[in-house]
């Protein structure tokens, strides 16, 4: 948070015609068209002003530093104040907190005593501090909260140096761009009507991310450089449905995107008014549809659009950026939280999938493992630290009392290893029992399949188990043998591969024969393209994003399950993705264009081209 921080080198602008028309990509967060006028939102070059002090002026210092955590409070509470019940009330609530974090307090205030620097130093120190260690944070969710920090930083900044944050006020009807938005601005939006967003900072899970999907804005973040390209006042289009902007767009581009826009806001319209009806087939199959969750703040989207609870709950994010470990307390308050809000419909929450991607500092060991992703990870590792799963798992069986509560077991790889999770849970489920404890004794258990060896066991596995849930993000990483984070490798990540899908069949059968329910929670639920293809290899039960349960519910509506399995068996029978893709590619875009065309966040609406030219090209 220096002086220098995020400031745009002036080289980089002057290279810039500002007449020319330019498309610049990103990360389609929240579907949907947006056209309007640039309001261009930059906060970042701050001037954070560096002194040392004697030491008869530090209590001075700090009671400067008190008085702007204290204002900052009554700034957030002010903008609370406005908003509806509900989500983002808790977003604010989530700031309010973190000014009262005492960790981060005493940080500024040893910088204060120890350094004998000013109050505004100090605080910047402190907040770089937190940054820092939010940034080693493989998980995208508190990777991106290092920018929630960033924002605490810069408004108590601005409070000290007497200079109010103040509220954020687009015209009705223009495109937001900025580096990034806080909790605070985006709560504001809810008021503003913008036509859209665009940021260079920010994920699926950031705060700008969630508030657009609530409400509906069109949104892409993760534009590299956006605001050294447009001007207040530039003509800007949001593609929320493929990851586009459009900066000072030619006649011809706007007229072919305003029609887009028309069709797309006719197409929710129409999928809309489907948001309360089941997911059911024109003969009669349900499809139970539930929604992936990260964070709290989703739980009110997924109830808005449509979704029969919670088909994934990450617990994993307990346990991120922290001074210490969950209690068994904030277990069980955390689960009866979301069970509460979910009701009636019932809640899979997935014990702690910590490891690889997502490290929690408490649990590493002093020698960095040479491929994490194959190594201490999720399920193994609760059987390691056995004394955290215990905790988590008691929290949770408490917490079943108070609605339909499932466990879920992470990255099951053999019989032994499933023996042992299920040992656990009866273990915890005894030592409640024994201290009288108040708690739900039949949970259901379940298990994620994302390993081949899973899948090829699953008929042994679904013996022991009330449930199964097919976690393809995982599975096609590692029966492909490829890291699609990898850009070397990821053009090999084929969903449609045939080992996949043979997986997928597979687990459904064993499902059936055991009589227990098997559902999808990877990202091809999600997309629209292949929910005939996953219907008809047997899944009833698919969990994805929540905005993309509309589009899905739609589909399965419009359907019947003759023509779902007759598309499965046909693409089952192909003998590579590339012909499996082009089989579910003319099917689909032949009944449901429109679905293809606006349903699906970030999608293209399919690669037709062959696997030969993939490797060729390497994309």
Excluded at 382 to 401: I, P, S, V, Y
Excluded at 538 to 554: C, D, F, Q, T
Excluded at 584 to 613: C, I
């Amino acid at each position: 948070m220096g002086a220098s921080s995020g400031q745009i080198p002036g080289a980089e602008s002057q290279c810039i015609n500002r007449d020319a028309p330019l498309q610049r990509e990103g990360d389609a967060v929240s579907p949907g068209v947006g056209i309007g006028k640039a309001y261009v939102l930059d906060r970042r070059n701050l001037h954070v002003p560096h002194r040392h002090v004697d030491k008869n002026e530090v209590e001075a210092e700090e009671r400067r530093f008190r008085a702007a955590l204290r204002q900052a409070q009554e700034q957030l509470e002010a903008v609370k104040s406005k908003l509806p019940h509900g989500e983002h009330r808790q977003i604010m609530k989530a700031q309010q907190m973190m000014l009262r974090d005492p960790h981060l307090i005493l940080r500024t205030v040893h910088f204060l005593r120890e350094e004998l620097i000013n109050a505004e130093w100090a605080i910047s120190n402190a907040i770089d501090e937190f940054c820092e260690m939010l940034e080693k944070a493989s998980s995208e969710v508190f990777y991106e909260r290092r920018s929630d920090f960033w924002f605490m930083g810069e408004r108590i900044l601005r409070n000290l140096g007497g200079k109010n944050p103040g509220e954020i006020n687009p015209p009705e009807g223009s495109i937001v761009v900025a580096h990034d938005l806080s909790p605070a601005d985006t709560a504001q939006l809810r008021r503003q009507r913008v036509a859209g967003i665009a940021t260079e900072e920010g994920g699926q899970t950031s705060h700008s991310a969630i508030v657009a999907r609530a409400y509906e804005i069109p949104a892409v973040v993760g534009v590299d450089g956006i605001i050294s390209q447009v001007e207040t006042g530039d003509t800007v289009i949001v593609d929320g449905i493929r990851g586009l902007v459009l900066i000072r767009p030619r006649a011809d581009e706007l007229e072919v995107y305003r029609e887009e826009a028309d069709q797309y806001q006719a197409f929710e319209t129409k999928i809309n008014k489907q948001r309360a009806l089941p997911a059911t087939s024109c003969d009669g199959l349900h499809v139970q549809l539930r929604a992936n969750l990260a964070v709290d703040e989703d739980i009110e989207g997924a109830r808005v659009h449509g979704a029969e609870g919670v088909g994934l709950y990450r617990t994993e994010f307990l346990f991120l950026n922290r001074d210490g470990l969950p209690s068994e307390e904030e277990h069980y308050r955390t689960a009866k939280g979301v069970l509460q809000r979910c009701a009636p419909h019932p809640v899979v929450m997935r014990t702690f999938d910590l490891g690889s991607d997502k490290r929690c500092r408490f649990l590493e060991r002093d020698e960095p493992e040479a491929n994490p992703a194959m190594g201490m990870r999720s399920l193994r590792l609760a059987l390691r630290e056995r004394h955290l799963f215990l905790t988590q798992l008691r929290g949770l069986l408490r917490a079943a009392l108070h609605g339909p509560l499932r466990i879920m077991l992470p990255l099951v790889s053999s019989v032994a290893e499933l023996d042992a999770g299920l040992a656990a849970v009866a273990e915890a489920r005894q030592q409640l029992e024994d201290e009288g404890m108040a708690h739900e004794p039949d949970v259901p258990v379940g298990i994620m399949i994302e390993v081949p060896s899973a899948a090829l066991t699953a008929d042994v596995l679904a013996q022991r188990v009330d449930f199964m849930s097919i976690g393809t993000n995982d599975l096609i990483q590692y029966t492909l043998a490829i890291d699609r984070e990898n850009d070397e490798v990821n053009y090999l990540y084929e969903p449609l591969h045939p080992a996949i899908l043979r997986m997928i069949r597979m687990v459904c059968d064993a499902g059936k024969s055991a009589n227990i329910p098997v559902s999808i929670c990877g990202e091809m639920a999600s997309d629209p393209r292949y929910t005939w293809l996953l219907v008809g290899l047997g899944l009833s039960e698919m969990s994805m994003h929540p905005a993309a349960i509309p589009v899905v519910k739609s589909i399965i509506r419009a359907s019947s399950q003759e023509e779902m399995k007759a598309l499965a068996k046909q693409v089952l029978a192909s003998n590579s993705g590339a012909e499996g893709r082009r089989i579910v590619m003319n099917s689909m875009r032949g009944r449901f264009p429109e679905h293809l065309q606006h349903g699906a966040v970030g999608q293209h609406g399919g690669d037709e081209e062959s696997e030969d030219t993939c490797v060729k090209t390497g994309r």
